[in-house]
């Protein structure tokens, strides 16, 4: 329903940012990532989750479109509400959660304040079971598998990783094949979501 708010940021708290748009102030509920990169008094725009409830109405507000995208993956696993996904995108980057799901990292996941060691393992499970439902409906061509192959590396690790921010091989491997496959796996995921546009 609302895709972003655009305006002046006038308040924040330890987990919100209030965004002035028309003489209207949004409150975004938000992870310590968003409010690290976002100032009082600036124009400000943020990409937004409506979350509908019997008893409430929340607005949730990302700097990037690859938060709010990571997010609303995380909440898609069943047991992991709104504010679990706050906690964990407060710990840790979009690119850190793709690393820690394609190498079943639990352990990073649970730096996340609130989040256990189930509640880590059932997100690594489900959204790997994902990736790899998501993997053979988009089965590399060729031409991606070479582009992989060439550029070698770390490559084939980010494309794994960017799978589950939710890119399939073919959209991301011309990308990938561009960059210096040796960079560390976390440089290669963010250096692709900026040439996709997606920071």
Not at 8 to 25: D, Y
Not at 119 to 143: F, N
Request: charged share 20%.
């Amino acid at each position: 329903m609302l895709y972003s708010v655009r305006g002046k940021l006038i308040h924040t708290t330890a987990s919100s940012a209030v965004v002035e748009c028309g003489g209207v102030g949004f409150n975004c509920q938000t992870t310590l990532n968003t409010l690290k990169s976002i100032r009082i008094g600036s124009e400000v725009t943020l990409y937004t989750y409506l979350n509908v409830r019997e008893d409430a109405m929340e607005l949730f507000g990302f700097a990037s479109k690859t938060e709010l995208d990571t997010f609303k993956t995380l909440i898609s696993v069943s047991g992991v509400g709104p504010k679990a996904g706050l906690s964990v995108l407060s710990e840790l980057s979009p690119e850190q959660v793709a690393m820690a799901i394609a190498t079943d990292d639990i352990k990073t996941i649970t730096r996340a304040q609130g989040i256990g060691k189930k509640i880590a393992q059932r997100i690594v499970l489900e959204l790997k079971d994902k990736l790899a439902k998501a993997a053979a409906g988009d089965s590399p061509s060729a031409a991606v598998q070479g582009a992989a192959s060439v550029a070698g590396g770390n490559v084939p690790k980010a494309i794994e990783a960017l799978g589950v921010l939710g890119y399939t091989p073919s959209e991301v491997a011309p990308v990938l094949a561009a960059m210096d496959g040796s960079l560390p796996v976390e440089q290669l995921i963010a250096g692709t979501l900026k040439q996709m546009g997606r920071q």
